[in-house]
């Protein structure tokens, strides 16, 4: 049973312009919403995270969306650069229970 | 300061041999995880140490993965009886621990290849 469901699986976007990636998550138990940015050959890393108690968070080009009814969370990359170009993980975990639940992964690749 | 550190970078083994993955978490990291990476997947949990806790073992796939911590540093991924699906990344990351942010911070991997 895949608990987060994330999409779409790859994007193309071209240099300035808006990325989206949605995931969607089953357990009602999770509270804490990371998304993560890896490059070829490297970890992931934490690029921003949301808990379910406000509907959106920014920094700097990046804005997480929460919608608690719907279930789902949304990653959002503003004036989308080059270097922007990577995998993007979405995943959750439960209070108290830290270990991470991720989506499958989108590969982003941002246009000159 | 140091981050996570994970040797080998990658493994090349015959099918049924053993290996072993070591990872060293961030100083004063108190929990300590292993996740998978199969080509083009997400990240599937394999194991969860927190202190002196027993380990959450439930991600692991088969009774020839094991994983062992010393204390709250040094982890080591052990995986017995290679087969070719068995081939993946094998990721570490640490974190504070229990009331601390659940941020966790990831090693490089090992890239392991069973022939």
């Known amino acids: 049973q895949q608990q987060v469901k994330q999409s779409p699986q790859s994007l193309i976007v071209q240099k300035g312009g808006i990325s989206i990636i949605n995931c969607a998550y089953e357990n009602t138990a999770f509270d804490y919403f990371p998304w993560y940015q890896q490059f070829p050959g490297k970890g992931p890393a934490l690029l921003i995270a949301i808990r379910p108690d406000v509907s959106e968070k920014k920094e700097g080009r990046f804005t997480i969306s929460f919608n608690k009814s719907a279930k789902q969370f949304s990653l959002h990359i503003m004036d989308s650069q080059p270097g922007d170009s990577a995998t993007y993980f979405c995943a959750a975990s439960r209070g108290g229970y830290s270990t991470l639940t991720f989506g499958k992964g989108t590969m982003l690749l941002v246009s000159p | 300061g140091a981050g996570v550190s994970q040797s080998p970078s990658n493994k090349v083994t015959e099918k049924g041999k053993d290996v072993e993955l070591r990872c060293d978490p961030i100083?004063?990291?108190?929990?300590l995880y292993w996740y998978r990476q199969r080509l083009g997947q997400g990240l599937e949990f394999l194991i969860y140490f927190q202190g002196n806790s027993a380990p959450d073992k439930s991600g692991l796939p088969s009774d020839r993965f094991s994983a062992e911590r010393t204390g709250e540093s040094v982890s080591t991924l052990t995986i017995q009886r290679t087969q070719q699906e068995d081939s993946a990344v094998y990721l570490c990351?640490?974190?504070?621990?229990?009331?601390?942010?659940?941020?966790?911070?990831f090693g490089p991997g090992t890239r392991l290849t069973v022939t």
């Open positions: 990351a640490s974190s504070i621990g229990q009331g601390g942010s659940h941020e966790q911070y």
């Open positions: 100083s004063g990291h108190t929990a």
